[in-house]
């Protein structure tokens, strides 16, 4: 090894220092000859050999790249060492070995722009269809082809013609159609994934009659699988395994063998096809997959433990998947809704926020029957809102700057609007606030087939008024509305109620505090900017529940715990799905799902309690 090493020295000393391209480039191809035999370089015959190893391969080209640099030794001049190694680098980076020169046999896939003009057995274009193949063409409206052609003519600027596509399509079609020697097939979609009917390709009829060709009929090509299976049964040993599987089972046959071949969980696909069964089955009844998971011991027992907020039964009434999806399985949506403004949730809490800060800061001035001025008030609850609002920025953020301070102006003037509104109402009635956020309970006593049910309540009530004379307690819930007017649904409380729709209000009703009386009456009361009237109430009066309305009312909650107590989770679609944040657990676009739930019994009782109706009492 010494000795190899000592001679490599002795000859890289002997080496010209600097010398033109020519000169370095033989001095290099000498010193290699010498210290490193690589076939291929110092061998020129082995060059021509057809039978290259990998490594001549290497080595000719090593050689072909230093013939490249000795072509250009013309140029004159001297180059150091550092420069022509520089130079070598460069021209090797640009020297490639193809990974594989064999030509391919067999099947290629190529777009049309790569397959014209080679020369195939058979060749199959898909894709047929008008506005595929040849391509919509139309002219730009903006720049029109007679514009553009003077625009290259006066000024130069070649532009391409737009309707020139016509042509392009044509003479591609016709590169297409001389590729192939043996045979050419033409196929085309007669629908798309939508089943919208869908034109074949003029060029087909085109085709037709070429003299070139000697057309056969036209083949459809079936729709089914198993119609395709059963028109050329030789398919089978071509389709793939996934397809395979499939045409099995369609025709009835066992695909547990194919299944095990392919080494799939065969376990997993007979659960799979079990359900399958059940949940495509053709009867109206609610069936496992359908949100029936099984009922509680008894009605009575499953509520006599939980208590229920007004809200979840809400939810009940609404959907019950929704309910499932909410309060069972406290399930939260992956994806929130991307707005670009402030959701009407965080306004809908800086609102209530900011009008339980201004009634305390007020009433701690005394108001409502104080000596406070207007411009007093509405400073107070100025300085109100900008306290919510900055307490809120603190911990979540502001989002947009602009859309932040057009919300804050806008819950001030809200804020200050009810602040107004309920100094007017204390005139006219004496009910003065005397509670926020307070929390409070109730039980309520249904009628049942089987022993009486009591239904335990819970809620947080936003406000609570009072009147000293004559006494009377009135629960009052904050709504903010973004809409343009007031829903039925918001307007008629009794009715709302007996339809399940709303039952805050007669829940609240039946809710007590400590320390204070029964409500009298519960008042919705709407700060809607959008409404003609920016603040409106709708009251129920706890009366109500005394009388037929009453009754009613308890009968829908009956109907709504006893569907909880048997556990009936089923889906009720409605214009309120656009909505739903579950909507992505939910199967309501599957045809039988969606069926059943229209026609079950389950489902048609909890729609029969939007029917119902109540008489004025
Ligand atoms: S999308 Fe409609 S049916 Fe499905 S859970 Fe939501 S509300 Fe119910």
Known sequence: LWELVSRLIQDCQALPA???????????????????????LSDVSSRESPELSDLTKVG????????RLRELDPLGGDLSWREWVELFQRVLDETRIPIDEERHQGVQVLDAMTARGRTVRALFVLGMNEKLFPRYVREDPFLRDRQRVVLESTLGYKIDEKLAGHEEEVLLFELLSRSATNRLYLLYQRADE???????????????????????PEEAVPRRLTQRISAQPSIQDLLPAEELTLGCLLQGHDAGPVLEAMGRDQRLFEQGLATLKISERESPELGPFDGIIGAQASTSSATARRSFSPTALERYATCPFQYFADKVLRLEPV????????????????????LRLSYERLLLLKWPDGPLDEARVQSTV????????AAHAASQGTGHALLWTLACEQVTELVAAAVASDQAEYLATGFRPVAFEAAAQGIVQLESDGPAVSLKIHG??????????PPALRIVDYKFKQGNEISPVD?????????????????YARMTLPSLPAATEVQLLFLAPQWKQQISRSTFEAGLWTGQTGALIGQTLTTLIQGI???????????????????????RHDAMAWWRSYRSPQARVLRKLRKQKVQDE
């Open 60 to 67: 000719s080209l090593i050689r072909t790249v230093l013939d």
């Open 194 to 216: 939508a089943g919208r009917v869908m034109a074949p390709s003029g060029f087909i009829a085109m085709a037709m009659r070429d003299p070139r060709f000697v057309a056969t």
């Open 335 to 354: 994806r929130r809704i991307q707005q670009d403004h402030l959701p009407p949730l965080t306004i809908g809490s800086l609102v209530h926020e900011s």
């Open 565 to 587: 107590a048997n556990r009936e989770f089923f889906i009720l679609p409605d214009g309120y799905c656009d909505y739903c944040e579950f909507t992505g657990a939910c199967r």
């Open 491 to 507: 307007r008629n409380l009794a009715l709302s109620a007996v339809r399940g729709f709303r039952l805050q209000p007669p829940l």
């Open 382 to 389: 100025h300085e109100a809102v900008l306290d919510r609002f």
């Open 18 to 40: 600097e010398g033109s391209i020519g000169t370095l480039t033989d001095a290099f191809v000498m010193l290699v000859q010498a210290h490193v035999p690589v076939a291929g």
């Open 460 to 469: 947080t009530l936003d406000r609570v008024d009072y009147r000293s004379e």
